[in-house]
């Protein structure tokens, strides 16, 4: 039954009952459905179990940074330094502890999907009505449908009276879609399935009645779910990239300790000797804070991200968006506002334009640009749309709200900008009688009391009531015969309103005889036309905006969409995401193509319309072959599986489904695309801060490893010991690198292309600048260290210098490192006070490193004199002056390239 592959869309009802083995009219036996269910369990997304606790938490512990990490703690134990040991390890379980709280986005995913489902539904059993939990629905179960209802299962439509059903969530559509049960082509797109109708989505109008034939796991949304649960949870650019320099890092410092090893040895040193020295080059080279800087990094930008509302879910996700080459993104509810809007107004021979957004009334009446009052024809136009109309306006917790088929509120809202209210209306000319929306006829009349004759009042397609039409409302507001020129004169006003991607709707009157009963036949002739209302989801006003910088930051935009490629062509083009030649590639021609194909189809097209949850999902995974960093928004539960797929995927917070959310790594809380444009910069300026702190502290961890190896080729002492290494790692990576977290967004990063996918984190450039920063540290230490020596210092002395050298050069190297590009002069230098209270910090700390007892017996320190301060000092100086140049020489460099 429901597992067989059937396209129940294809069959006629008598043989989609004979399927399910059963009668229409009688329903399924209790005894029956008590079978079925057992058979097939309950009306419920599938569980799918995920990974478990101690799984999620080896994850976080095996990663290769963390596994340099624990080397380092472990080492650190070994020396029997506990409490250091107990800080690091420390830090390897915090940054543990975080990222097995961000795990789970699958089964959150999951559980939200279950709560979209109805709980109750009015269902046939033995012949008799009843209402029942939904999880309790079986294929082969009737299931009556009323306006207001949720579906709860996949539905093969039996019968319907002006069934429409709201399909958005699902399918992408806008509008509220007719139903229909004829049978329908095989390779008809889920979207155009009139005679379906699927889980979790919302009846709006009419009633019906249909044939249960999917539960659970087998309906469209539990197929969705499916494709949540199968999405790999995929690594971001950051985490990739510092898995693969944490395992270079890794294997560079074994490296370097076995060399260290084998020369002492090859000198003739004692091995153990060797061995400690080799375990003070480890420790040195390992940088202890690289680690937790990430992640405080990442939180910092997760703090900034919700001050411009975006809510981050996993911190990676964070530096993914500076990355992002492409964003993917629905158009409903995310270009676009997701209220349908009248645009224009013809009427009498004129094209008025409606201003305003969303279902605010708030807007003006404009012709030619210039703001005109509601009168004569325009108003008879709009009292049309109003009178001949079921939905409603309320105010509600400081937003406007509608009841009832998104067209007909867009006409109320039309008719309230222009002073017409609906309760006034209402009352002044009442109503009499209506004839519903019917899909054949696809026409809506009322009949009210126009200072008390009865006046029919109708709305619907174009071609159904023009040809109905005796006469026109003309500019003066007077009735004119309808003649063939004016005729065309509508129809050549309604094309131009659909090549704009607007719904046209005609409105029209006719008075009746006194005592008349609204019949069909009234709309068939002597028809009085009165205007043409354009309407459409319009795009969000700052999207427009936020697609052009998005555009000048070298990020395309793509539209993937399951809505109509006329509206979406429409919506792009005011978007600016194509242009006028551009082309929308439907769900339909995308199912013909190869993986091949697809690839070169998804990096030359920016529309795809019609689109169905899987093809979202290739369009991601083809994109990424393609070398793309893609950012997938969207607020539907057929967007879901994509938003876990893409790099990372952007969830609406206030019209987003609970399921989008759940899979995404970020949640914009204003539901503007704008926000992803202020997101995408914030996500750039964490990632130049990551960069900025790790160039600023490998050159230390490189400097450290040189001095020990210079020792022991030297064949003297070691200039500083593996404590004091420790000491130097761990408080300059809080008290001076993480303060470059705090430094805000330079002014260029949306006036540049996105970095490569497959660039590394440091270019030439800055490992060369490493590697001088390295070499400084190493000849400033080292020289000074020798230099006491010789001078008769004590070796506590001299290794308290050398401490002090490295600490001054990472002092003065934190302030060239707060722009790698511009010198250190032309940044603001009170931009970021942290910095000037961590050197500050750390001063202090250095000073009590040097001359406190207690520090002295710890780390075998010792006082030195103002002599050694202004040699250390003239070291710094030098540091800092070296730097510039190198990299006002990288820049001239640059710019004549």
């Known amino acids: 039954m429901q597992n067989d592959p059937i396209h129940w869309h294809t069959l006629p009802q008598e043989d989609a009952l004979a399927r399910q083995e059963v009668d229409a009219a009688q329903g399924l036996s209790e005894a029956e459905a008590a079978r079925r269910l057992a058979l097939h369990g309950p009306n419920r997304p599938p569980e799918h ?19 340099v990490l624990i080397a380092a703690g472990l080492v650190t134990a070994f020396l029997g330094e506990w409490v250091d040991a107990g800080v690091i390890l420390g830090v390897v379980a915090v940054n543990a502890a975080i990222g ?44 009556h449908l009323a306006a207001g209802d949720k579906v709860p299962a996949d539905l093969r439509l039996l019968r319907g009276k002006e069934l429409r059903a709201v399909e958005a969530a699902l399918t992408g559509e806008s509008l509220p ?23 979790g989505t919302a009846i709006v109008g009419g009633q019906g009645q249909g044939l249960v034939v999917a539960t659970g796991g ?58 400690m020295a080799a375990v003070a080059l480890a420790v040195g080279a390992i940088p202890e804070g690289l680690p937790a800087a990430i992640t405080i990094t990442l939180a910092i930008g997760v703090a900034r991200m919700a001050k411009r509302r975006a809510i ?66 325009v108003k008879e136009a709009l009292l049309a749309g109003l009178l001949c109309n079921d939905a409603s306006l309320a105010h509600v917790k400081g937003q406007w709200q509608i009841s009832g088929d998104p067209t007909e509120a867009a006409l109320v809202v039309a008719a309230r900008k222009a002073g017409l209210d609906t309760a006034t209306v209402g009352a002044l000319f009442p109503r009499r009688d209506e004839l519903p929306f019917d899909s054949t006829r696809q026409t809506m009349a009322t009949l009210h009391a126009v200072e008390g004759a009865p006046v029919l009042y109708a ?15 003309d500019g003066r507001g007077d009735v004119a015969p309808l003649e063939a020129a004016m005729r065309a004169d509508i129809e050549a006003a309604a094309a131009a309103l659909a090549r704009q991607g607007l719904r046209v709707l005609a409105l029209c009157r006719r008075r009746l005889d006194d005592n008349a009963e609204l019949a069909d036949g009234h709309l068939a002739a002597d028809l009085c036309f009165l205007g043409l209302a354009g309407m459409i989801d319009p795009p969000r006003p700052r999207a427009i905006a936020a697609v052009k910088t998005c555009h000048a930051a070298g990020i395309r935009v793509k539209m993937i969409t399951g809505d109509h490629a006329d509206t979406a062509l429409a919506v792009a083009r005011q978007l600016g995401i194509v242009g006028a030649a551009g082309r929308a590639l439907t769900g339909r021609e995308l199912a013909r193509l190869d993986d091949q194909a697809l690839a070169a189809a998804a990096a030359d097209t920016d529309v795809f319309a019609r689109v169905e949850p899987e093809q979202k999902l290739r369009l991601v995974r083809a994109l990424q072959a393609n070398g793309e960093i893609v950012a997938m928004t969207g607020d539907g539960v057929n967007d879901a599986p994509a938003l876990k797929t893409a790099d990372i995927g952007i969830a609406m917070g206030l019209g987003g489904t609970e399921v989008a959310k759940e899979a995404a790594a970020m949640v914009l809380t204003d539901d503007n695309f704008a926000t992803i444009e202020a997101a995408v910069e914030e996500g750039r300026g964490i990632f ?29 002492t070691l200039p500083i010991t593996p404590l004091q290494i420790l000491w130097i790692n761990m408080t300059t990576a809080v008290l001076l690198g993480l303060p470059l977290a705090f430094e805000p967004v330079e002014g260029n990063v949306m006036r540049r292309p996105p970095r490569p996918p497959a660039a590394p984190i440091l270019d030439g450039v800055l490992i060369g600048r490493v590697v001088l920063v390295g070499v400084l540290m190493l000849a400033g230490a080292f020289g000074l260290f020798l230099l006491a020596l010789e001078r008769g210092a004590s070796l506590a002395e001299a290794r308290s210098i050398a401490v002090n050298v490295f600490v001054a050069i990472e002092i003065v190297y934190l302030f060239n490192c707060r722009s790698l590009v511009r010198p250190v002069w032309a940044v603001a230098p009170f931009s970021n006070l942290w910095v000037w209270g961590g050197a500050g910090a750390m001063v202090v700390l250095q000073l009590a490193f040097t001359y406190l007892p207690v520090f002295q017996r710890v780390f075998g320190t010792a006082a030195i004199g103002l002599a050694a301060w202004g040699e250390i000092a003239a070291v710094a100086l030098a540091a800092l002056l070296i730097n510039e140049a190198e990299k006002a020489f990288q820049l001239r460099r640059a710019r004549r390239a």
């Open 49 to 67: 179990p995920g990974k478990s606790a101690w799984a999620r938490l080896a994850d976080q512990l095996l990663a290769p940074l963390v596994l």
């Open 100 to 143: 097995y709280l961000q795990e789970g986005k699958a089964a959150a995913a999951l559980a939200a999907l279950a709560r979209s489902v109805a709980t109750e539904v009015t269902v046939l059993r033995g012949g008799r009505r009843l209402r029942m939990d939904a999880a309790q629905l079986v294929p082969g179960d009737i299931v």
């Open 688 to 716: 130049d801060n990551l960069v900025k702190f790790i160039t600023w502290t490998l050159p230390t961890n490189f400097g450290e490893g040189l001095v020990i190896l210079a020792a022991i080729v030297a064949g003297v």
């Open 312 to 377: 981050v879910r996993q911190l990676p996700a964070v530096e993914a968006l500076g990355s992002t080459t492409v964003i993917c993104s629905d158009k409903t509810g995310t270009l676009t506002e997701n209220a349908m809007t009248v645009r224009a107004l013809w009427a009498g021979g004129l094209l008025y334009e409606v201003s305003g957004h969303g279902y605010a009334p708030e807007g003006e009446l404009l012709l030619n640009g210039q703001k005109v009052g509601a009168g004569g024809t």
């Open 459 to 473: 709305k619907g397609a174009l071609e159904k009531l023009l040809p109905a039409c005796a006469s026109i409302l």
């Open 177 to 199: 879609v007719d139903k229909r049960h004829a049978p329908l082509p095989a390779d008809t797109p889920l979207a155009d399935r009139r005679n379906m109708a699927y889980a």
């Open 218 to 275: 087998a309906t469209e949304t539990g197929r969705i779910a499916g494709l949540i649960a199968a999405a790999p949870d995929l690594a971001t650019p950051l985490t990739r990239k510092m898995a693969a320099f944490a395992g270079l890092l890794l294997w560079a410092i074994l490296g370097l300790a076995a060399l260290t090893f084998a020369i002492g040895l090859l000198r003739g040193e004692r091995a153990f000797d060797m061995f």
